[in-house]
Nanobody, 113 residues
Framework: QVQLVESGGGLVQPGGSLRLSCAAS????????MGWYRQAPGKQRELVAT???????NYADSVKGRFAISRDATKIIVYLQMNSLKPEDTAVYSC???????WGQGTQVTVSS
């Protein structure tokens, strides 16, 4: 079965950077669009960024110019590089095979001084 495992979250000060990783098992993952989502307390889960099997990317307006999504197809790993972090970026970040019910367990990102 397909499994996703996120890592790389933590506590950073405003303006800092983190890189999140999502490792997937199952070769069929390579043909799916991968999405990073986030959910803050009391808020709906929102889409942060996506990357297709061909490498095309899309970003939420709130993170454009600050975040970058990429994938290593050989290693079946998807990354989310987060720069210039703001307190409003604080959330649990989860990866997902878009269009499926396959999710990772989530990793906490906290941006605070």
């Amino acid at each position: 079965q397909v499994q996703l495992v996120e890592s790389g979250g933590g506590l950073v000060q405003p303006g800092g950077s983190l890189r999140l990783s999502c490792a997937a098992s199952g070769s069929i993952f390579k043909i799916y669009t991968m999405g990073w989502y986030r959910q803050a307390p009391g808020k709906q889960r929102e889409l942060v960024a996506t990357i297709s099997s061909s490498g095309r990317t899309n970003y939420a307006d709130s993170v454009k110019g600050r975040f970058a999504i990429s994938r290593d197809a050989t290693k079946i790993i998807v990354y989310l590089q987060m720069n210039s972090l703001k307190p409003e970026d604080t959330a649990v970040y989860s990866c997902n095979l878009v269009g499926t019910a396959v999710w990772g367990q989530g990793t906490q990102v906290t941006v605070s001084s």
